[in-house]
């Protein structure tokens, strides 16, 4: 098992991998929706309005060809927050249920992938305690995304990596890992 931590533009890190070189790609790319949610209630709100500056920085939607660079090096791509870009068209989406009800914010997250399969559903909540990333996503839907769409070979990369939960998921499951983070703090 390997693993590979760049620091950088994914993109241009992108442009040097062949095409279909990567086993799978999953991500949770920035969806662009900071300016968007204004106000909300529950737990953790005061937190979000605390961030809201340092959100609009790096919450920067990514652009058509990070998207086209995704789709083009790997062979299977799982994308966190795939219903806020434009992807093509598939049956295989995953849903993650947060259980936790009446908080302002989605009570759900999609993924689109390029997976020839139905719809499937995870529920956990929302945050792992400690996390270090606003929008880290839990270590067990990252675990159950590796375990059930990956093989026991495969080479996973995450070139939204943020806090690297994708890679913590990969290295735990024995997978490789390649993952890229413009944010040196992360």
């Not at 098992?1 to 920035?30: E, F, H, N, Q, R």
């Not at 300016?35 to 939607?61: S, Y």
């Amino acid at each position: 098992m390997t693993y590979k931590l760049l620091l950088g533009d994914c993109l241009s890190y992108m442009k040097s991998i062949p095409d279909k070189s990567v086993d799978a790609v999953i991500t949770d790319p920035p969806y662009g929706i900071a300016d968007v949610i204004h106000t909300g209630r529950g737990a953790g709100w005061d937190k979000w309005k605390a961030t809201a500056k340092d959100r609009k920085i790096w919450d920067v939607k990514p652009d058509a060809a990070a998207f086209e660079n995704i789709l083009r090096v790997g062979k299977r791509s799982i994308i966190w927050g795939g219903n806020y870009f434009v992807l093509p068209v598939s049956r295989g989406w995953l849903i993650w249920v947060k259980p936790e009800r009446g908080f302002s914010m989605s009570e759900a997250e999609l993924a689109w992938t390029n997976l020839d399969m139905p719809m499937r559903v995870y529920e956990c909540h929302r945050s792992d305690t400690g996390r270090e990333h606003p929008t880290q996503k839990p270590l067990s839907l990252m675990l159950w995304c590796i375990e059930n769409y990956t093989n026991l070979t495969d080479t996973i990369f995450d070139p939204f990596m943020g806090s690297g939960t994708t890679g913590v998921a990969a290295i735990q499951l024995g997978r490789n890992f390649i993952g890229c983070e413009i944010d040196p703090d992360y």
